[in-house]
């Protein structure tokens, strides 16, 4: 009975972990993001999920708060997640994928008046 009780607690709580704590949670990325057009240089940035909420390093450096992300894995498919920041006067959403260690995706930056702009990254696991 008490075995039976273990199992049950034990079963409980890792979906409880999974509920409560993103996947990807504990990962930083280093990447290179691009402008979707012919003559773009691309720059670095860091992506780090931590505590349920994606951090991109350059938008911390302008003091854009980390936004939450969700993230979901079909069998063997590639992770995918997708996070919201926030900025001033306009949003940057962000999806993705990660495989093993690669991961990649594109941003969509729309400002208050409709315009918008499409950027790629890829890049590496960090930690």
């Not at 720059?43 to 350059?58: E, I, M, N, P, Q």
Request: glycine share 8%; proline share 2%.
């Amino acid at each position: 009975m008490r075995l039976l009780l273990a199992v049950v607690i034990a079963a409980g709580l890792a979906q409880a972990h999974h509920w409560f704590f993103q996947p990807m949670d504990g990962s930083a990325w280093d990447v290179r993001v691009k402008k979707e057009s012919l003559f773009a240089f691309s720059h670095k940035d860091t992506l780090v999920f931590r505590d349920g909420r994606l951090t991109v390093a350059s938008a911390a450096k302008e003091g854009i708060a980390p936004a939450g992300y969700s993230a979901r894995r079909a069998g063997k498919a590639p992770q995918a997640w997708t996070a919201m920041l926030d900025e001033a006067g306009a949003t940057a959403r962000w999806e993705g994928t990660v495989r093993a260690d690669r991961i990649e995706g594109f941003v969509v930056r729309s400002r208050a008046d409709g315009r918008e702009t499409r950027y790629r990254f890829s890049g590496k696991r960090r930690s």
